[in-house]
């Protein structure tokens, strides 16, 4: 198997952006990505493009050739693929991707994530958020997705004494990292007075807890490492990529304040990487919901089960904590558009690890880690990146 | 790259299943190819399922962890992703699924294809079956997907002197062969005359020159060949596997009775295999519409351009043909389930390299090709399979 390199990332601003269309953003970021790995078009061999819900949200499926086209490239008629897993969409084309160029049949691949969620109605109803939920044995009874996680929430609080302000703590830090994110949905910092203070949308959760919808794009150029230098002095190495399953419905699983694909896809990814959680300086980790930070820092091994709210408040996770987490804003303040999120988090921590993060850069990074999940934790996926030079 | 063998095979009837939910027959297939490959559970790396618009139709996204969870897999934690480009979803998910075999970061893996059609509103309308094809450019403006094909029709009759009874007889082909097949939609034989004086859907094509919408699912079981012979007498070696993409909107393209991204495909996959089209003796290709049928065997090399009408009338594509096309009953008889279609494609042809396509078998046939199309031809997908005995 070849290894595989991130040669170059783009990304849109993530927001509302009414005056753009879904093509217009996905071509805005992939021509970013591609400038930036000095790969002309003559070069590009595929596209692998995360996306949850074009069908729905804007009646058009086969939206990775319709990309392509837009992009000019029609004629040269490359293979172009969508992969969808929720809002694990966009780091499951980086799978995908990464596998069409660890077996040698392609050399120089774009892996993009769009999403356009602003200018279309009923995105917030069951109809298409939700759609990442158990149609059958959660929708249809009237579960929503916060309404999930929500759930999740209730039970850690009751389990392991998580307090509401612990969670608070989740979406101050995002904003703040926001602030200095140039990209980022929301730019304004907030308190936990705030937090605490803002409507309920499932209890315990109120509106800070939860991301926004975001329309945006990101894309990231792969290559073989070993002609990486040709195009970048500062190549990333893809150490693993890793995709892990569960039980669709919250109620089906063993625990319901585990996420046992999360557990399971970073023992891979660490297994594949011979690597350990405390190799890991920096992280971009799934806040779409407050409480979906925690178990993730527990499940992806960087605090203790039941740990992360204490470990949270103790700033392990800041700027200069053990392992720097969402310096980007994250799900909440950078903003979440479904199946771009996965590779925007590979394009902050690729500029985390090349020293280019400006403002929010976390010192002496050479090993981070990406971890994507899809509705309340069907799918994830965790990649490991690391500084090849 | 390691090479790849199909192991095992398994799909349900196609038609209207309506006493059988969408992950009933997606499991009923899978489990079906799993025991022909005589492969337990514990030796499944990873699952890659096919489906177009499962979001639109069910209101359900993220299915390829619901199917895992539902065949009873979910505490396995698999890998699962779910792949989409219209039609071509199921032969795309075959890609993927080759890739990841052929990468060797995976052993053993299901690719599946799933759509459920029959028992939902408004598919035949815009807002689905036409999401394959350009919403901006081609939809909005009130074209379909049989409308589009119905402009290359006219067109292909203009230039090349097609006849209206030429693409009948593909009709009456397809049915004649879905007369063998018990999984067929449509087992009944049809006339010339039936076809002609159906009642129009986009003139020139009437009812029995579209493709009926179907509900099915098919499932392959993929795994390196090195050990393929552990696991079953006659592997089939996956040859070729290559994507090629076009224009999404009909009118960008240089030739409107051309599919380039069919002449790319099935380029770069005889080159890949070191093989030409008169090497191949048994073909399933996409003939959701009698004219797609014929300029696919013009752009696959089978026939010279324009003159698929008068070869087909001639018999080189029946069983006794120069290659036996569609002997399943294509998507005009056997059914077309838009994501199961590529992988039913090569279930059939798997089974008739093996010599088990009874009824329907062609004689000595070592080398097969299929090739899935998405909406007007977006997305193309040619695969290549041998004997490997």
């Known amino acids: 198997m070849r290894d595989v390199a991130v040669l170059g990332v783009g990304m849109t601003k993530f927001g509302e952006l009414w005056d753009r269309s ?33 069908g729905s949200l804007i009646d058009q499926e086969q939206i990775a050739p319709l990309i392509l086209d837009y992009a000019g490239l029609g004629a040269r008629h490359l293979p172009a693929v969508r992969v969808e897993g929720g809002g694990a969409s966009g780091s499951l084309a980086l799978h995908q991707g990464y596998l069409a160029v660890a077996s040698g049949l392609y050399d120089f691949v774009v892996v993009g994530g769009a999403e356009k969620l602003t200018d279309v109605p009923d995105v917030t109803g069951n109809q298409i958020t939700s759609s990442a939920a158990d149609h059958e044995w959660e929708v249809v009874f009237g579960a929503t997705l916060p309404a999930l996680w929500a759930l999740i929430a209730r039970r850690h609080m009751h389990q ?6 612990q969670l608070a703590r989740v979406a101050v830090h995002a904003h703040e990292m926001g602030s200095k994110n140039p990209n980022a949905h929301y730019r304004n910092k907030i308190t936990i007075e705030q937090v605490l203070g803002a409507g309920e949308v499932a209890e315990p959760l109120g509106m800070f807890d939860c991301a926004p919808l975001s329309d945006g794009a990101a894309a990231v150029v792969l290559g073989p490492l070993e002609t990486a230098r040709k195009y970048t002095d500062q190549p990333i190495r893809i150490a693993a990529s890793q995709v892990a399953c569960d039980t669709m419905a919250v109620q089906h699983r063993r625990d319901v304040t585990t996420l046992d694909s999360t557990v399971v896809a970073a ?42 709210g204490p470990d949270f408040e103790a700033g392990r996770f800041g700027a200069k904590g053990d392992v ?41 990074a050479r090993l981070a880690l990406a971890q994507d999940v899809g509705g309340t934790g069907a799918t994830s996926v965790v990649t490991l990146l690391e500084r090849a030079d």
Chains 1, 2 share one sequence.
């Open 160 to 165: 392991y004494g998580t307090t509401r302000e």
């Open 22 to 54: 879904f093509r217009e953003i996905g071509i805005e970021a992939g021509l970013q990505a591609m400038v930036e790995a000095k790969l002309s078009s003559g070069d590009l061999g595929g596209l692998f493009l995360g996306n949850m819900a074009s």
């Open 267 to 308: 023992r891979r990814a660490f297994e594949q990487a011979h690597r350990a959680p405390a190799d890991v300086r920096v992280a971009e980790i799934h806040d779409a919901y407050t409480i979906s930070a925690l178990v993730s820092l527990e499940d992806l091994g960087f605090s203790e089960k039941g740990h992360a």
């Open 324 to 364: 720097a987490v969402n310096m980007s804003g994250g799900l909440k303040a950078q903003g979440a558009p479904f199946g771009a999120v996965g590779v925007a988090q590979v394009v902050e921590l690729v500029r985390q690890l090349r020293g280019q993060a400006k403002d929010r850069q976390v010192a002496d």
